[in-house]
């Protein structure tokens, strides 16, 4: 019972990272229908931007500089990988681009961190808290808090601000939303900025209890779009349910049964999620009224 | 107000409009009438730039519009309330007209009293008042067409371009849409409202186009082409 209870915490922790990936790829989604597949890179980049900076400004002032140093670079990666691409109405250039980009930026940060993987430290103390027998390490719970604070805080950004709202008129609707002055291009611009700083302040956030290097991203950019998938690509927080079930069903596969065949049962749910309800397990069928 | 000069316009290499030309008069209230397929859906939107005119030339104000993106040609005050009404679906009825004003509300235009005008809107629209918080999507296909047009309104439009405003509702609310119309051309809105009950804009215009292939057959204000036999015949039925 202890045992399992530990799994389900530590699969938690990671499930949460699973799922503000995949919310990430929801925003660019929603808005041009594109995914950044470099997404995981966005993540790597983040976490070792953000460790050169606190070695310089410390922890708390490291963090503005990291969510500003995601937005420019899902900015870069949009104008140079997808809207050429959407331009052109190429159906397939923008996934050729961003995965372009995410093996330049991997190859960059191989260049610069080398390739040795690094020790983040955490802000926070690395002592585990015991909590009824269960060890909780307290970035987990940083990580809980800052994904769910993160995903709360576009929510409410899109419902309650007037870009916000052109945000969601765009994903509704993009020609529509040109009628009523708002620069749809410029708002495709914005969903990759911001999806690429959610990245990276989840890569700040996964780093102290994984290791931080320039090929952290990769396996985790790949997963978050099995979340993505299995929770639905315009399922809102469906993707949190999402990466809870693959970070938890990780853990349990990797104790019980080998850790050999830990990425299997995830892969597995995405094949059957693919197969028998393609929208996603909380994905919104669209109707459109004629 | 607005003119168009020798527009020539389609979808890829498909053209529709070959060589239009017409214009819209401040405070004036123009129908464009014609069959399916003759173009006036087109001439809206080569108008309003959701599609790009091969040649010819749009002025707004006296200024070339030609070819710019819709958001800009919208943020210099023209308005188009679409075919198929196009409502934001998961965003409420009060923020589709808050959609409306967003050139207002990000001062590319004159900002004015947003919230006076959304009050007005519920008052021209008392249908819309009473869903105000309801999700666009979840409309009957009246109410949407009532918002797609309280919505361009927003805008506070130099001209307001609607494009079959009538399409889909009940014989009811097609008359309540009209007599909205005609509301509005009192308060001396510009309009180009496209129509396939010609006999109902011809009676609310004040001039008229007839289309007919991608070409102007007819024009003239619209009491004449009510009354002209040829136009009579096409587009009226021997009813009227």
């Known amino acids: 019972m202890q045992i399992l209870a530990q799994l389900l915490v530590s699969g938690v922790a990671v499930g949460m990272i699973y799922g503000v990936i995949a919310f990430g790829y929801q925003l660019t989604f929603a808005t041009s229908k594109t995914l950044n597949f470099g997404q995981g890179e966005a993540l790597m980049l983040g976490a070792l931007v953000g460790l050169t900076v606190a070695s310089f400004v410390g922890y708390w002032v490291m963090l503005p500089i990291v969510l500003a140093f995601g937005l420019l670079q899902g900015a870069v990666v949009e104008r140079l990988g997808v809207r050429p691409a959407i331009k052109s109405k190429s159906e397939s250039g923008w996934i050729m681009a961003t995965i372009a980009l995410g093996i330049i930026f991997k190859n960059l940060a191989e260049n610069i961190w080398g390739r040795d993987d690094l020790k983040f430290p955490s802000p926070i103390g690395e002592r585990s808290i015991e909590v009824m027998g269960v060890r909780v390490l307290p970035m987990e719970i940083a990580i809980v808090a800052g994904a769910l604070a993160m995903m709360l805080a576009v929510e409410l950004f899109n419902r309650r601000s007037v870009f916000g709202k052109a945000v969601v008129a765009t994903a509704n609707d993009r020609d529509a939303a040109g009628l009523m002055g708002i620069n749809t291009g410029q708002v495709i611009t914005f969903s990759f900025a911001l999806s690429s700083m959610v990245a990276a302040l989840a890569g700040v956030l996964v780093a102290p209890v994984t290791l931080t290097g320039a090929t952290m991203g990769s396996a985790l950019g790949l997963k978050a779009f099995a979340v993505a998938i299995i929770g639905g690509l315009n399922s809102g927080l469906g993707v949190v349910v999402g990466g809870l079930i693959l970070g938890i069903t990780e853990n349990l596969t990797g104790y019980y049964l080998s850790t050999g065949y830990k990425d299997v049962p995830g892969l597995v749910l995405l094949l059957l999620v693919l197969s028998f309800k393609p929208s996603g397990l909380f994905g919104k069928k669209t109707i459109k009224k004629v | ?240």
């Not at chain 2, 002025?59 to 409502?87: K, N, Q």
């Open chain 2, 1 to 240: 107000m607005l003119r168009v000069e020798n527009l020539v316009a389609g979808y890829g290499k498909v053209q529709v409009l070959h060589g239009l030309s017409m214009q819209v008069a401040e405070g004036q209230l123009v129908t464009l009438i014609g069959s399916n397929g003759a173009g006036k859906t087109t001439t809206l939107r080569a108008l309003s730039g959701m599609i790009r005119p091969e040649s010819g030339r749009i002025t707004l104000h006296g200024a070339d519009i030609a070819g710019l993106p819709s958001h800009a040609i919208t943020r210099r005050g023209l308005a188009h309330s679409p075919e198929g009404r196009r409502v934001f679906s998961t965003l409420s009825v009060a923020d589709n007209l808050v959609m409306g004003a967003f050139p207002r509300l990000t001062g590319s235009r004159p900002r004015g009293d947003v919230a006076a005008d959304l009050d007005r809107m519920f008052a021209l629209f008392p249908r819309l008042a009473e869903r105000r918080a309801q999700l666009a999507g979840t409309l009957s296909g009246g109410e949407q067409q009532m918002l797609a047009m309280a919505r361009a309104l927003m805008l506070n439009p130099d001209v307001l371009l609607l494009d079959e405003p009538s399409m889909g509702l009940s014989p009811r609310l097609v008359s309540e849409v009209f007599a909205t119309i005609a509301r509005l051309r009192e308060s001396r809105v510009t309009m180009l409202l496209v129509e396939q009950f010609a006999a109902a804009a011809l009676d609310v215009a004040d001039f008229g186009y007839v289309m007919e292939n991608g070409r102007l057959s007819a024009s003239g204000p619209a009491a004449a082409l009510r009354d002209d036999p040829a136009v009579r015949a096409a587009y009226l039925g021997t009813a009227h």
